[in-house]
């Protein structure tokens, strides 16, 4: 099972909005919408942003959303603040031989 | 609030098993589904595989055979073992629940262990 596809980085600047994407098959993204996203901070645990492609956990700012298009997902983080430079990861269920695929990564940099 | 506390030698020979307990407060492991998943350094996030409350367990196939994973729900605690090990194995490894299921919602992380392995 390959890796999700995702950009290797993003950049913005303050305000500004950014979208990230995560580009799979039919096998996963496309065919499940069971697409989460989450970010991690330099030697931290990563955290969920994002859950089933739109929905956000609480407590999590309603600056970042998230969507689904054919075998692409998104996430979109509005009003982008010095806070959330970090890494994004997707990750998606998939019916392939084991039943998670993570992308490969985004690094998010606000300039 | 739900915490998990990855334990277990920093340290592993190669060749040998590295074993990892993680301990989960404020829930309780007999339900939800219990993962693991490491980040070798500089590096992305590789799913390892869970276990449910009953026992089930499902691991990534590309270290199914070196992998088990465990409950003891008396101590209210989960783990790994991971067999002979080799230098690929260095990352740092995260227990994880997922809230929703077998979806893949992880939703409360332990904090990480860095093992290393090497002679």
């Known amino acids: 099972q390959s890796a999700l596809t995702q950009p290797a980085s993003v950049s913005g600047s303050p305000g500004q909005s950014i979208t990230i994407s995560c580009t799979g098959t039919s096998s996963d993204v496309g065919g499940y919408n069971y697409v989460s996203w989450y970010q991690q901070h330099p030697g931290k645990a990563p955290k969920l942003m994002i859950y089933d492609v739109t929905n956000r956990p609480s407590g999590v700012s309603d600056r970042f959303s998230g969507s689904k298009s054919g075998n692409t997902a998104s996430l979109t983080i509005s009003g982008l603040q010095a806070e959330d430079e970090a890494d994004y990861y997707c990750t998606s269920y998939t019916s392939s031989s084991t039943p998670y695929v993570f992308g490969t990564g985004t690094k998010v940099t606000v300039l | 609030q739900v915490q998990l506390q990855e334990s277990g030698p920093g340290l592993v020979r190669p060749s040998e098993t590295l074993s990892l307990t993680c301990t989960v407060s404020?829930?309780?492991?007999?339900?939800?589904?219990w993962s693991w998943i490491r980040q070798p350094p500089g590096k992305g996030l590789e799913w390892i595989g869970y276990?449910?409350?009953?026992?089930?367990?499902n691991y990534n196939p590309s270290l199914n055979s070196r992998v088990t994973i465990s409950l003891d729900t008396s101590k209210n605690q989960f783990s790994l073992r991971l067999t002979s090990v080799t230098a690929a194995d260095t990352a740092v490894y995260y227990c994880?629940?997922?809230?929703?299921?077998?979806?893949?919602?992880?939703?409360?992380w332990g904090q990480g262990t860095l093992v290393t392995v090497s002679s």
């Open positions: 994880a629940r997922l809230s929703s299921g077998s979806r893949p919602n992880f939703d409360y």
């Open positions: 404020d829930a309780s492991i007999s339900s939800y589904y």
């Open positions: 276990i449910y409350f009953t026992g089930t367990t």
